[in-house]
């Protein structure tokens, strides 16, 4: 398994430039998320899937949409992407378990930086 | 690229000393907690869970302590290695939905 898998790992835009970021699962996991870090920051939850066919905002949601193409795959897009944005991307993948864990899975991460 | 452990709280601990990581949360709702460790230039893994209804859970050279009353959550490390060295994160549920709520984290320095 290869757990969450996420590209590309490094890209950089100029200022108004677009670009979709991949996530895929093999886990067979109904939720997915996409999070940004920023350095001194934690994980701030940008969207999520609860399953298949469903999304919403998580709480820095402005500058992104998202899609859940299927069960497997969560992309993340920036339509004009700012300064701002740089910062480094995650996603994760999650299936909350009868034990009541809901531990998280994490890709390695997309290093965005917007010029 | 910039380490996402810049300007974070840093833990300085010799190597072989027990570490303690401290955490606080706000949410007298939540009911689940979890640890994750990340390394520079990696995603957060998993270090340990608890639900509310337990105080003290053990792993492998791990324990995670929950005080419900002070909203307080701690990690200790056992015997601190320099592959322990990293940033970790406390995160929260509140049962309502799968989200999770991190905290901003805490950068661990094993001194050799």
């Known amino acids: 398994n290869a757990g969450v898998t996420q590209t590309p790992k490094f890209q950089v835009l100029k200022t108004g430039q677009s670009m979709t970021l991949q996530c895929a699962q093999d886990m067979n996991h109904n939720s997915m998320y996409w999070y940004r870090q920023d350095p001194g920051m934690g994980l701030r939850l940008i969207y999520y899937s609860a399953s298949e066919g469903t999304t919403d905002k998580g709480e820095v949601p402005n500058g992104y949409n998202v899609s859940r193409l299927n069960k497997r795959e969560f992309s993340l897009r920036l339509e004009s992407a700012a300064p701002s944005q740089t910062s480094v991307y995650f996603c994760a993948s999650s299936e909350a378990r009868t034990s009541g864990s809901y531990e998280q899975y994490f890709g390695p991460g997309t290093r965005l930086t917007v010029t | 690229g910039e380490s996402v452990g810049l300007h974070l709280p840093t833990l300085s601990v010799q190597e072989g000393d027990n570490s303690i990581i401290n955490c606080a949360y706000s949410n007298s709702a939540s009911d689940y907690f979890i640890w994750y460790k990340q390394e520079s230039g990696k995603g957060p893994q998993f270090i340990i869970d608890?639900?509310?209804?337990?105080d003290k859970r053990q792993g492998q050279r791990v324990t995670v302590l929950l005080n419900k009353t002070v909203k307080h959550l701690s990690l200790q490390i056992a015997a601190t290695q320099p592959g322990d060295s990293a940033v970790y994160f406390c995160a929260e549920n509140t049962g309502a939905n799968s989200k999770l709520t991190f905290g901003k984290g805490i950068t661990l320095s094993v001194r050799p």
């Open positions: 608890i639900r509310s209804n337990m």
